[in-house]
C-alpha cells in the first residue's frame, strides 16, 4: 500500500459523534448520538439514537468556538421541549451545557476529541416546524456583563 492509498483509506472502525444536553434542573441529561439505529452505550450512558446535522467547533479565525447542532422534531423534539421545560424562571440563571465527543469504537474510554460549550444566548434553542436547531459557543453566560 502507497503512502497516499493509505491516506485516502477510511478506517474501519466505528465512529460516534455524541452530544449531551445537562442543566441541574432538566433532570437527567439528555444524551444523542448521531446517525446510529439503535442506543449506544459509552462509558456506561445510554445516548439515543438520532439522525443529526452537526457543524463542530473550528480552529479558525473567530476567537469564539461554535457548535451547531439540528436533530428532527418528530424524533426527540417533544422530549426536549418537555425537559426545557422544567426549568424554572430562576433556574435560567445557570446555562445549559453541550459537551460534543467525537467516540471511535478502538477506545471508547476517551473521547478522540470533546467540547463543553453552552447553548448560546442569542441563537440559542430554536423550533422550527421540523427540526430543532441548538447552537452553543464556549462563553459562558454567566460571566458576560
Excluded at 452537526?54 to 426527540?76: G, Y
Excluded at 424562571?89 to 460534543?100: D, F, N, Q, W
Aim: net charge negative; hydrophobic share 40%; proline share 10%.
Amino acid at each position: 500500500m502507497t503512502p497516499e492509498e493509505f491516506w485516502a483509506t477510511k478506517s474501519t472502525l466505528a465512529e460516534y459523534l455524541t452530544v449531551t444536553f445537562e442543566h441541574p434542573e432538566m433532570g437527567a441529561p439528555i444524551r444523542l448520538v448521531a446517525d446510529q439505529f439503535s442506543p449506544v452505550v459509552i462509558l456506561g450512558n445510554e445516548y439515543t439514537p438520532a439522525p443529526m446535522a452537526i457543524t463542530p467547533p473550528e480552529q479558525t479565525n473567530d476567537p469564539i468556538a461554535k457548535l451547531r447542532v439540528s436533530f428532527p422534531r418528530a424524533v426527540v423534539g417533544r422530549e426536549f421541549k418537555r425537559r426545557l421545560k422544567q426549568i424554572s424562571i430562576g433556574g435560567r440563571l445557570t446555562p445549559i451545557s453541550v459537551t460534543y465527543a467525537h467516540w471511535i469504537a478502538a477506545d471508547l474510554t476517551v473521547p478522540a476529541s470533546s467540547w463543553s460549550l453552552y447553548v448560546d444566548r442569542e441563537a440559542g434553542i430554536v423550533f422550527g416546524p421540523d427540526s430543532v436547531q441548538v447552537t452553543a459557543t464556549d462563553d459562558n453566560p454567566l460571566r458576560l456583563n
